[in-house]
């Protein structure tokens, strides 16, 4: 597995640190489990950005918001997880179509089992989301767990990098990796199999998580060595194993980047990217935070 991890990319790949930390999201509650996070951007025709996230604190919802300047942000839609008749949501994915209209992808865990899938909304503005009916897109099966996607439109096909946990050990659908699919209109799916795994005896050994993937095919992951690092899961870096090929990722070698969660990074039209990322606390609340690198 060792002849499979790169070196890192001469460029240097936009992270937290870069710029000062904002608070766009306030921890929900202390102590553990109360988390503000998993957050998925996207900026409107106007300029201003969108930003979705997932909630947990006691009963999950996934929010939509806006903001002007890209750190405060005004709640325009609650989309909780009884809606998608879901036992718990998660990080859901905001895309805005080539024709203006908007998407949301959504992560739902089957109430009783440990099964995920992922459904999509679609409405002519984040604000209309909160009235769209969810039609399933990545349904999963009995073996896997579908959850946590990643979205791209690259100007002819849609692309989607889609967390998957095995589901054939009970007690170890902690494990994840990282799968590769494209659509010709972000609906109907085509698989083409797993794009990112963990490392054997590596800090990621128990899985990949892809959290967000640059224009040129670079990307960043959340991973962990073990089980009891679930939900303390720190970030990655990764590069695609040919130029070009969005379908097979290898990690870049080293440790973590980053001690965070679910980095999505958004460039910006006049050049620099706002980050956005699940930040842990020390009571073990998460808060949602965004920086500006330029």
Partial sequence: ?????????????????G??????????????????????????????FVLAYRVRSG????????????????????????????AMVERPALVRTPSGRWRLYVSCATPGTKHWWIGVL????????????????????AR??????VIRYDGGRWRAWICCHPLDEPGAEDRMSTA???????????????????????????????????????ACYDGRA????????????????????????????????VDVRYLDVLPLPGGGHRLFYEARLPDESHELRTELVR
Avoid: C
Wanted: charge should be negative; hydrophobic fraction near 40%; proline fraction near 13%.
């Fill in 226 to 257: 073990s089980a009891r690092e679930n939900w303390f899961e720190r970030t990655g870096l990764a590069v695609p194993a040919r130029p070009g090929d969005a379908a097979r990722l290898v990690p870049v070698a080293g440790p973590p980047v």
């Fill in 19 to 48: 710029g000062p930390p904002v608070v766009a999201v306030p921890a929900p509650g202390p102590g553990p489990q109360q988390w503000a996070g998993a957050p998925s951007a996207a900026l409107d025709a106007d300029g201003t």
């Fill in 180 to 218: 590769y699919a494209t659509s010709a209109d972000g609906l109907t799916w085509r698989w083409h199999g797993t794009a990112l795994t963990g490392r054997p005896g590596a800090w990621d050994a128990r899985g990949a998580r892809l959290t967000s993937v640059l224009p040129d095919g670079r």
């Fill in 59 to 86: 009963a999950d919802h996934n929010v939509i918001a806006r903001s002007a300047d890209g750190e405060r942000y005004t709640t325009i839609a609650v989309l909780p997880r009884d809606r998608f008749g879901a």
């Fill in 1 to 17: 597995m060792a002849s499979h991890t790169q070196p890192a990319s001469p460029v240097a790949f936009p992270l937290p640190g």
């Fill in 144 to 149: 896997t767990a579908v959850k946590d996607p």
């Fill in 122 to 141: 679609e409405a002519g503005t984040p604000e209309g989301l909160a009235g769209a009916q969810a039609r399933p897109v990545f349904e999963g099966d």
